[in-house]
T-cell receptor
């Protein structure tokens, strides 16, 4: 079993919809939680970062962490065609913060 | 452009050959990371450096793989006696590691990757 599980999709939604992306994990030592966006043939870029539990909002993006359920989410409001990409959840422990463990990524397509 | 750069962007080689990739981090960043990404998967951590010191290596990094960062600036990743299973995207990232040491989180900035195909 992988430490981080993520539904690979693909997920296709109409422009303007709210998108919900999720990951589950098994290692209770994870403290840093991240969401990356990766366009085709590009490296990942950091979208959101959260330490421990709670919510964080940045523009149209909201990240949620529920450590009791070992479950993290990313919500995208008012989705745009330019949001079409692969979204990777990622996490690391306090003692080894530099060693990031990624999910397999969810491929998202926003239909105009 | 002051981002992370990687060279070459694409490499095709025959099984059994050696290959070397280069990564140039963002200039003031003291930490440098290597990841491998196969199709349909997320990046997998291989190793990371703080300045010249290689601080952590994944079990994925077999003895055919070696990474160096001799002057604490650019880094090279060499794969000896390549196998078809080595075909993947090799990603480099860099970050500014602050005084908190390995337990401090620092945003990692990724390069565009080197796509390796082993025939």
């Amino acid at each position: 079993q992988k430490e981080v599980e993520q539904d690979p999709g693909p997920l296709s939604v109409p422009e303007g919809a709210i998108v919900s992306l999720n990951c589950t994990y098994s290692n209770s030592a994870f403290q840093y939680f991240m969401w990356y966006r990766q366009y085709s043939r590009k490296g990942p870029e950091l979208l959101m970062y959260t330490y421990s539990s709670g919510n964080k909002e940045d523009g149209r993006f909201t990240a949620q962490v529920d450590k009791s359920s070992k479950y993290i989410s990313l919500f995208i409001r008012d989705s745009q065609p330019s949001d079409s990409a692969t979204y990777l959840c990622a996490m690391s422990t306090y003692s080894s913060a530099s060693k990031i463990i990624f999910g397999s990524g969810t491929r998202l397509s926003i239909r105009p | 452009d002051t981002g992370v750069s990687q060279d070459p962007r694409h490499k095709i080689t025959k099984r059994g050959q050696n290959v070397t990739f280069r990564c140039d981090p963002i200039s003031e960043h003291n930490r440098l990371y290597w990841y491998r990404q196969t199709l349909g998967q997320g990046p997998e951590f291989l190793t990371y450096f703080q300045n010249e010191a290689q601080l952590e290596k994944s079990r994925l990094l077999s003895d055919r793989f070696s990474a160096e960062r001799p002057k604490g600036s650019f880094s090279t990743l060499e794969i000896q006696r390549t196998e078809q299973g080595d075909s993947a995207m090799y990603l480099c990232a860099s970050s500014l590691g602050l005084a908190g040491g390995p337990s401090s989180y620092n945003e990692q900035f990724f390069g565009p990757g080197t796509r390796l195909t082993v025939l």
